[in-house]
């Protein structure tokens, strides 16, 4: 688990999901390479910050890490944190994660732009009912 507080993990995650936006936002048709690169890189980080924060949520509520990282939303859902949609877009999103880490060749230049401003309205929304279940 970071070291970091879950202050700065919460802020770390707005940070992220600003310049995912941003980034989307600049775009200019397909991107380049680079560009590909970062956007994958942000979504990456999103999504494992939310799975950061949910895992601190739980064991401040004190239920124990779960076995598999797609299982935080759903224990999140059935403590009230998450909505069940919400526990549903985080656990396709973190199946997403495991993909851009493993590098299984699913995104392109052509689709990584719409896969990541899809992941990012569900990152923003989920961010804010972490972020208000937070402990202090």
Known sequence: MP??????LATK???VLADLESALGNLKG???SIEEAALERWL???IQLS??????????RGVDEPPRARDIFDNLASLGVLTKQQSAQMVRLVSLRNQL???????????TPALATRALAVLQDVAKALTRSLPE
């Open 51 to 60: 799975m950061d924060l949910g895992d601190r949520i739980l064991t401040s």
């Open 101 to 111: 880490v493993h590098d299984y060749g699913e995104f392109t230049a052509a689709t």
């Open 13 to 15: 995650l707005r940070e």
């Open 3 to 8: 070291r970091e507080s879950n202050l700065e």
């Open 30 to 32: 397909v991107p380049s």
């Open 44 to 46: 990456q980080l999103g």
